[in-house]
């Protein structure tokens, strides 16, 4: 279920789509079970209860509030009061409707629908798979109360046990499904890297006769409407460096150059600041990146390994404590080193007080970029939001500081 996306397109897009889709089906059976509580109420010879339209409000504020920003409190929050909520309306329709014999019905499954979906949310398969048996047990264990209270026998409906067996099932086909698809897409992105290297190989052939051609061409034109003779001095110094030129090869470090840029746009793909931001996009970030991807190439494997570890820990500390749903990360080189910086709008935080409830920048980003010779910054302040910039010197940076 790959969309014909590059697999790290798509594994994001299915994962937003599936959220998307669970949502909005969710809040489409918390509609339908609010006017079909209303027309009960309003037909039933005990009258409406002042209460009863407002029983799955809450509820239906929390998924508006989950599809925004995707966070665990959030989600135990909504299952809590789904659940009272369950409990409220399925004692209301069993009151108002006496011929409800039990609880195989479907405007009872409408509510624990919604409670089951909560799981297709966005997370990873497992993570899913365990919010969508959560709200479906705690759905079902609501139902049950309501149909003693109401004096009514408990059935599981076939509706919400088939909605929940579905949601199961494309969870896990998805996490079974999302490593072989790795596979192929991964063999199509180095086949396509071979090809373009070939390409680069035959225009910096193509430039190379290019530059001999009219090299030679031009000095042969110079000595042909030169005076006979000896050589002015002039002319023999710049020929003789035309000649060492050529000898040298005048394109030298083309193909380098831009095999280099492929490297960079490969380093980026497989990086772990790649799959970071991934994770954090599953988890209800939204995060966005800008500058120089390819940068990364100019790193070491363990510098990069750091690099996307720390940018993790950052983008775990703006989903827990910054209080945004959003993010940016900016990715920019310079001649001797590879910057990284981590944007975020939230409520921030007072530098000082960073040592000692912030272990998370303190172990997981200072100590590990430090480790690789780089250098952590960080600004922030109160309701203003904050800046953690790394700089991580380039692998060739090193080795001119060997060679000197």
């Known amino acids: 279920m790959s969309l014909g996306l590059p697999i790290h397109l798509a594994r994001a897009a299915n994962s937003r789509a599936l959220a998307a889709a669970a949502q909005a089906a969710a809040f489409v059976c918390l509609v339908s079970a609010s006017i079909n509580l209303l027309i009960a109420g309003l037909g039933s010879a005990r009258g409406l209860t002042w209460y009863a339209p407002l029983v799955l409000v809450p509820m239906a504020a929390l998924l508006v509030l989950l599809s925004r920003r995707r966070t665990t409190i959030l989600t135990i929050a909504y299952l809590v009061v789904g659940a009272a909520s369950t409990y409220l309306y399925a004692v209301a329709v ?91 897409q991964s063999a199509i992105h180095r086949a396509i890297r071979d090809n373009r290297e070939a390409e680069v190989r035959r225009e910096v052939a193509v430039e190379s006769a290019a530059e001999l051609h009219d090299t030679v061409l031009s000095e042969l034109v110079t000595i042909a409407n030169s005076i006979p003779g000896p050589l002015r001095p002039q002319l ?49 970030l939204s995060v966005e990146v800008s500058g120089e991807r390819e940068a990364l190439g100019l790193l070491s494997n363990e510098r990069r390994k750091a690099v996307g570890l720390a940018v993790r820990q950052c983008l775990v500390n703006v989903l827990r404590h910054s209080g945004s749903a959003t993010a940016e990360i900016a990715i920019s080189a310079s001649e001797s080193s590879v910057s990284v910086l981590v ?41 203003v939001g904050t800046t953690v910039m790394m700089l991580v010197p380039a692998s060739h940076a090193d080795a001119e500081g060997m060679a000197s």
């Open 94 to 184: 069993l009151t108002y409707t006496p011929s409800y014999h039990n609880t195989n019905l479907f405007v009872i499954a409408l509510p624990i629908v919604a409670m089951t979906l909560v799981g297709g949310t966005g997370t990873g398969a497992l993570a899913g798979i365990l919010w969508a048996t959560l709200g479906f047990a705690l759905a079902e264990a609501a139902v049950y109360l309501a149909a003693i209270t109401a004096g009514r026998a408990f059935h599981t409906d076939a509706i919400s046990l088939g909605a929940y067996l579905l949601i199961v099932g494309v969870l896990a086909y998805d996490g079974l499904t999302r490593g072989v698809r790795s596979r192929p």
């Open 236 to 284: 023999r110094r710049r020929i003789e460096s035309d000649l060492r030129q050529l000898g040298q090869d005048p394109t030298a470090g083309v193909f380098e150059r831009r095999i280099a840029s492929l490297d960079g746009a490969e380093a980026w793909y497989e990086s772990d600041l790649r799959e970071a931001i991934e994770l954090a996009r599953d988890e209800g």
């Open 343 to 383: 944007v975020d709008s939230g409520r921030g935080f007072t530098a000082s007080a960073a040592a000692a409830d912030r272990l998370g920048l303190r172990n997981s980003v200072h100590d590990r970029i430090e480790r690789v010779g780089g250098s952590v910054t960080i600004w922030s302040s109160p309701d």
